[in-house]
């Protein structure tokens, strides 16, 4: 095979190179941007082990902390009453907010008649 020119014009030339620039910076600025994110993530890991080891030692606070609180005594009759009225006061509370949901619909269903 024989090698075969072709001619150019001008014009043809001058925006063939302005689009070879354009492209190379696109990939420089490309580079860029990935470098700093290489960074960006490096700095990520070495902020998440920071964060595990003062949870670490925060964790390790409350159970030393939790040993040294004296413990309550509250006899079972005491803990069973005091659950039963959770669950009461749990229970009203749901049947007050239905209540209103069904008055806050009536109030709509008036107002579109």
């Known amino acids: 095979m024989r090698p075969e020119h072709i001619r150019l014009q001008d ?3 001058i925006f063939s190179e302005k ?3 354009h ?3 696109n ?3 490309l580079m860029k941007r990935y470098e700093s994110y290489k960074e960006l993530r490096a700095q990520e890991l070495v902020l998440k082990i920071a964060l595990k080891t003062k949870l670490a030692e925060t964790k390790d606070s409350l159970a030393l902390l939790d040993k040294l ?3 309550p005594t509250i006899s079972q009759k005491t803990a069973k009453k005091t659950a ?3 669950h ?3 229970v009203h509370k749901k049947k007050l907010t239905l209540e209103a949901e ?3 619909i009536r109030r709509k269903l008036a107002a579109l008649q």
């Open 11 to 13: 014009t043809e030339r």
């Open 19 to 21: 689009n070879l620039l």
């Open 23 to 25: 492209a190379q910076l």
């Open 27 to 29: 990939i420089i600025a």
């Open 69 to 71: 609180l004296p413990k």
């Open 84 to 86: 039963e009225a959770e």
């Open 88 to 90: 009461f006061f749990t």
């Open 102 to 104: 069904v008055d806050e």
